[in-house]
């Protein structure tokens, strides 16, 4: 019995000494939290003395962003103004005020292939810094330091249902070079930034040249007017359209359209925000930022059409948008790549 002992003092000693570790890094943890807690506070109090927020958005249009206004002072007291152009306005425009050193705007809202164009050759942001909802972004949407996802655009084909027969749907990407189609799609144009281009690209990258000379063998008709794209298509005057992307299809509902989701999956392309260097209002930007990433904002883009980026639930999100938005994901654009795909399409469709 006494030659237990030893050992049984040696085993209370060292479940001992891992209680003590463990409560150790749980009051370290607490300690960490509640330190981020306070520094986030004080973020949000010297937010709330500047009292405004500039952002320069490339999505026209985009519903939220009223919301995105009354809501924001509502909660924060902060005024949010919204200036929106075209990608490459807003990137220009940026680049301007920078170089001229007249920063008025603290947050840029951009697709990924300009924002990565921005970080590395205007140089034109800051990083944005520790903020509360970084530790839940699903798994395919990754930012940096500099880079904050918080939503995509994702992208299928619109079938006219009058024109195109229940079964007889385009059922995977490949079906596009179906001789039946020739002369019947129309297109947002592939040479261009754009759904066109980011549609070109990953279909390049997915599925190579031979088949993406078989499409230029198609005849597309290609159109940069979005809308009445859309609009041409419940019309009548073309079976398919493409790209379709979600955002479009509450507007179209009612008409004889309908969202097809390849078997390979859907393209995208993420937006996200960027810190300004010399940010006139650092510390709301910052807080504009999070809410950005906060439930309500990420499920306000979710009833869009938007895929939204964080991977908490998102309770209530319009359920035939929740359906769509479960299709897998194709893949998406390299920035470092674009201007050469953006060359191939333009030697492709002269």
Aim: aromatic share 8%; charged share 25%.
């Amino acid at each position: 019995m006494s030659s237990d002992l030893p050992v049984k003092t040696a085993l209370i000693t060292r479940r001992a000494a891992l209680l003590g570790l463990a409560a150790g890094t749980a009051a370290l943890s607490a300690s960490r939290s509640a330190r981020a807690e306070d520094e986030w506070g004080k973020l949000v109090a010297a937010a709330r003395k500047e009292g405004r927020v500039v952002l320069y958005s490339a999505f026209v249009g985009l519903a939220t962003h009223q919301a995105l206004k009354k809501e924001f002072e509502a909660s924060y007291g902060i005024t949010v103004d919204i200036l929106e152009a075209r990608a490459s306005e807003v990137r220009e425009r940026i680049r301007i005020e920078q170089a001229a050193g007249r920063f008025a705007a603290d947050v840029s809202e951009n697709g990924r292939t300009t924002t990565t164009l921005q970080m590395e050759q205007d140089r034109v942001f800051d990083p944005y810094g520790p903020l509360p909802s970084l530790g839940h972004f699903k798994p395919e949407f990754r930012g940096d330091d500099i880079r904050l996802p918080v939503f995509a655009i994702v992208y299928g084909i619109l079938a006219n249902t009058q024109l195109v027969k229940a079964g007889e749907e385009p059922k995977s990407w490949l079906d596009l070079a179906d001789p039946r189609w020739k002369g019947k799609i129309l297109s947002d144009d592939f040479r261009a930034l754009g759904g066109g281009g980011v549609l070109f690209y990953v279909l390049q990258e997915k599925f190579g040249r031979d088949f993406m000379e078989k499409l230029a063998k198609q005849d597309l008709k290609f159109s940069r007017e979005i809308p009445a794209n859309e609009r041409r298509l419940a019309r009548g005057e073309y079976p398919l359209y493409i790209p379709q992307n979600l955002t479009s299809i509450r507007d179209l509902k009612g008409l004889p359209v309908k969202f097809l989701t390849p078997s390979e999956g859907l393209p995208y392309i993420g937006y996200d925000l960027a810190l300004l260097k010399n940010a006139p209002h650092p510390n709301a930007a910052r807080l504009l930022m999070e809410y950005y990433l906060g439930q309500k904002m990420q499920k306000s883009f979710a009833d869009l059409g938007l895929l939204p980026v964080t991977s908490r639930e998102l309770p209530g999100v319009d359920p035939a948008m929740a359906e769509l938005e479960k299709g897998k994901l194709l893949g998406t654009t390299d920035a470092a790549k674009m201007d050469k795909m953006l060359v191939l399409a333009r030697e492709m469709y002269p």
